[in-house]
């Protein structure tokens, strides 16, 4: 059997570059739209692809447009935070727009944000709305702005090559075990979506009392014959007294942010979801599982 191979992508670009579209084509599930909704600060996984016998698994960066605000400022540290853990940056740029003040800012940010050897490859999409002499020329001006690694020319929405650059990222990524067995990857974006819909209603609920020392994960996922859902999560908590915050008096803070959740994923599947909370404490979780949690990656002890 050949090496495995796995690793993180980071897709980064303008607003409307085309993320989304493109990961649904490299993926092969509708996931990335949903998590539009959910907008939290950290890198998470947006979807996982198996090309032969790599798993590339794509981290989200919430957008990287200019920041005013501060909170827009955290969440574009946090995006250029997802882009350094990848093991390729790919920057997307739309063809009809070209080198684009936003682009030139996005550039400006690989050099000075990114360590230096992080491999950064060009993907100029929508290829489809230029003359294709047009795209000699805007190949040449980007590759003058910063020197990509590799720069494919693709349309995500037609598909046109999508599967080259796929199969590029999964000969680069390091050889290595898969980070996930791959009959769990169909249904992990939704345990992670479904995480993330909970960690928001905390994140909305408690606003600066919110540990920072907290993580979701979903548990079990139960198909129930009636239709509905059966949806079990944790919230990891760091100390004691985090747990009490995470509760509210007499259970009320978790109580409603169970509400918020359910109504949101009952919306969003379209058929009744039962969920419940559980709220844990486990001291050392941060440290032992940094890296993966940050990824959005659960974790398992003895992995
Ligand atoms: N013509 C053309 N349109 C495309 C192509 N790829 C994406 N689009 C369109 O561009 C728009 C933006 O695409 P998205 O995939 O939502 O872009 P995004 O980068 O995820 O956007 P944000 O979530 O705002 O960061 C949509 O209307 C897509 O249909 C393409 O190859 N050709």
Known sequence: MAETRAGFVALIGEPNAGKSTLL???????VSIVTHKVQTTRARIRGIAMEGAAQIVFVDTPGLFRPRRRLDR????????????????????????????????????????????????????????????????????????????????????????????????????????WFYPEDQIADLPMRMIAAEVTREKLTLRLHEELPYQLTVETERWE???????????????????????VLGNRGETIKAVGKAAREELTEFLGRPVHLFLNVKVRPNWLEESERYSEMGLEFRDGD
């Open 24 to 30: 649904n084509q490299m993926v092969g599930a509708k």
């Open 223 to 245: 198909e129930r014959k009636d239709g509905s859902a059966r949806i079990d999560q944790i919230v990891y908590v760091a100390r004691d007294g985090h747990k009490g915050i």
């Open 74 to 177: 955290a969440m574009v540290a946090a995006a250029w935070g997802g882009a350094a853990d990848a093991d390729i940056v790919v920057l997307l740029v739309e063809a009809h727009r070209g080198l684009t003040e936003g682009v030139k800012g996005i550039i400006e940010a690989l050099r000075d944000k990114l360590p230096a050897a992080t491999r950064v490859a060009l993907a100029i999409n929508k290829i489809d709305r230029v003359k294709a002499e047009e795209l000699l020329g805007l190949s040449q001006t980007m590759n003058e702005a910063y020197a990509f690694e590799r720069t494919f020319m693709i349309s995500a929405e037609k598909g046109y090559g999508v599967q080259d650059l796929k199969e590029w990222l999964a000969a680069e990524l390091p050889e290595g075990p």
